[in-house]
């Protein structure tokens, strides 16, 4: 399969925003006060920019959803035959929990990282 060359562009254009998302984890990581919320929302970005990045690249248009697992279902069979859909599942509440107040635990240092392992290429 050919990627369209205004396909291509688009696919590092996505690819580029989850590397600025890792990019704000490793600064947010190398604070004196990490702010844990934070470092979960930018994960889940990243796992979405990733997963757009890769139906873009299969002429798929991704819509515009946060849910990743909507996007991974999207993805055609056997792209990511030995990825775990859990981790999707996991990071899914860090787009809202990381972003607004609410009713939720806070997401402390250990999920956080494991959010941060998930997503990291």
Known sequence: MTVRPKDEDLVRGWILKAEH?????????????????????????????????????????????????????????????????????ELNPYSIEGRYPGVWEPIEQAEALRAVEAVRP
């Open 21 to 89: 998302d890792l990019l704000n984890i490793e600064n947010n990581l190398a604070a004196q006060e990490i702010p844990w919320d934070t470092v979960g929302f930018h994960a889940q970005q990243c796992g979405e920019k990733y997963l757009k990045a890769l139906l873009v690249s299969r002429q798929i248009d991704p819509p515009k959803i946060h849910d990743l697992t909507e996007l991974y279902a999207l993805l055609p069979e056997g792209l990511l035959v030995d990825f775990d859909v859990r981790l999707l599942e």
